[in-house]
């Protein structure tokens, strides 16, 4: 099922999100439901606070290499937890589902070290560098109620003031069903293939 996107400007995304306690049939849906909206949205990460549910988890679509080789399978990570960041970091052009038509450079550390619950109950350890480690940074300030745009120098925030007022006040949608900060929903969903 195709799950509105709730808007960066939301409480909800401002809101530290609960860990997963058993992994249930909720859950299961969920994860299911947010791979789906994932890809309808074309985004390559999503995470739980985005479609209104406030819990720790996070889904990643397949990640491929320069030679268009599959390298990271799409996954589930629930309550992940970096454990380690490299010294290194980069810059990279991020955008969100939840902040439509904005583009900024982010610095982040260009690898990280993860462990997190796969949706089967198994604890992994996971390297991650690359595009991998720079959506899972993304997705999990989402699950702390940090959003992209705070990690932008204070001169590039005053430029997209009035765009980030835009978005806030709904004046800038999105293609996909969005909740507005105010609890409105944009758009319903119609499956024209049923
Ligand atoms: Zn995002």
């Given at each position: 099922?195709?799950?509105?996107?709730?808007?960066?400007?939301?409480?909800?995304?401002?809101?530290?999100?609960?860990?997963?306690e058993?992994?249930?049939?909720?859950?299961v849906?969920?994860?299911?439901?947010?791979?789906?909206?994932?890809?309808?949205?074309?985004?390559?990460?999503?995470a739980?606070?985005?479609?209104g549910?406030?819990?720790?988890?996070?889904?990643?679509?397949?990640?491929?290499?320069?030679?268009?080789?599959?390298?990271?399978?799409?996954?589930?990570?629930?309550?992940?937890?970096?454990?380690?960041?490299?010294?290194?970091?980069?810059?990279?052009?991020?955008?969100?589902?939840?902040?439509?038509?904005?583009?900024?450079?982010?610095?982040?550390?260009?690898?990280i070290?993860?462990?997190?619950?796969?949706?089967?109950?198994?604890?992994?350890?996971?390297?991650?560098?690359?595009?991998?480690?720079?959506?899972l940074?993304?997705?999990?300030?989402?699950?702390?109620?940090?959003?992209?745009?705070e990690?932008?120098?204070?001169?590039?925030?005053?430029?997209?003031q009035?765009?980030?007022?835009?978005?806030?006040?709904?004046?800038?949608?999105?293609?996909?069903?969005?909740?507005?900060?105010?609890?409105?929903?944009?758009?319903?969903?119609?499956?024209?293939n049923?």
């Open positions: 099922m195709i799950l509105p996107i709730y808007n960066a400007f939301h409480p909800i995304l401002k809101t530290k999100t609960q860990p997963v058993n992994i249930d049939d909720g859950i849906n969920l994860v299911n439901d947010m791979f789906e909206t994932m890809q309808y949205a074309e985004g390559i990460g999503l739980a606070n985005q479609v549910k406030s819990v720790s988890l996070l889904v990643v679509g397949d990640i491929y290499d320069e030679n268009d080789k599959l390298v990271h399978p799409k996954q589930a990570y629930l309550n992940p937890e970096i454990l380690a960041f490299s010294d290194e970091e980069e810059e990279f052009n991020e955008g969100c589902l939840s902040v439509p038509e904005l583009r900024e450079d982010v610095v982040r550390p260009t690898e070290q993860l462990r997190f619950v796969d949706i089967n109950g198994k604890e992994q350890n996971l390297f991650a560098n690359g595009l991998l480690a720079r959506v940074q993304h997705e999990i300030d989402h699950l702390n109620g940090i959003l992209f745009f990690r932008i120098s204070p001169f590039r925030r005053t430029l997209i009035n765009k980030l007022r835009k978005i806030k006040n709904g004046l800038i949608v999105p293609d996909y069903p969005m909740v507005l900060p105010n609890g409105q929903l944009t758009k319903e969903y119609v499956d024209v049923k």
